[in-house]
């Protein structure tokens, strides 16, 4: 949203493209709604689900700038296009969007498809993980998935991923 924003004003013109209509929170995104937001996301990974995205999760806060792409007029949300055409996005139904510029804003999702052959996830589609420490291969830390995939959770992240390789790297001179 920060660079549709940018951008509303300065190019010919905008759109913007979402896959679920997007949730505004109308109370403040304080502190205990901060935790609250970490801890679920952590419940679905503990669970071995994958994660949400982290806006659905939070939801979107009217912060200076998305108030300022409302007054742009920035944020009136289409639909997810169907495919990219030589000149712009089509959607099934006939509608045609021109566009010499696309930009593709996933937010925080995971990739970690890179990762199957170590057979990591669970029944539920997701990677199991305690904190970041991945379950069925505790050598192996996600830092930036799950509760760590925003600027929410990641503070600690990196501190807990260092001390739980510390822990099992210990453990595994000790044995």
């Known amino acids: 949203m920060h660079v549709l924003s940018e951008v509303t004003g300065v190019a010919a013109s905008t759109a913007w493209v979402t896959r679920r209509p997007p949730v505004f929170r109308e109370d403040e995104f304080g502190e205990e709604a901060r935790r609250e937001a ?11 689900l994958p994660p949400q995205s982290v806006v659905s999760v939070t939801g979107l806060v009217y912060t200076q700038v998305v108030t300022e792409a409302l007054v742009k007029g920035a944020l009136d949300r289409l639909p997810m296009f169907d495919h990219v055409t030589p000149y712009g996005v089509a ?30 996830r669970e029944p539920g589609g997701g990677i199991m993980v305690d904190g970041t420490q991945v379950v069925k291969e505790p050598a192996l830390q996600l830092v930036g998935h799950g509760p ?25 001179a000790a044995a």
Not at 38 to 48: D, H, I, S
Not at 94 to 120: C, Q, Y
Request: hydrophobic share 45%; aromatic share 4%; net charge positive.
């Open 91 to 120: 959607w099934r139904e006939g509608r045609r969007l021109d566009a010499d510029t696309i930009i593709w804003a996933t937010g925080f999702r995971s990739a970690l498809d890179h990762l199957a052959p170590l057979r990591l």
């Open 148 to 172: 760590s995939a925003s600027t929410i959770g990641a503070n600690r992240a990196g501190r807990a991923a260092a001390a739980n390789v510390r822990t099992h790297l210990t453990s595994r």
């Open 38 to 48: 970490v801890a679920m996301v952590e419940e679905r990974v503990r669970a071995g």
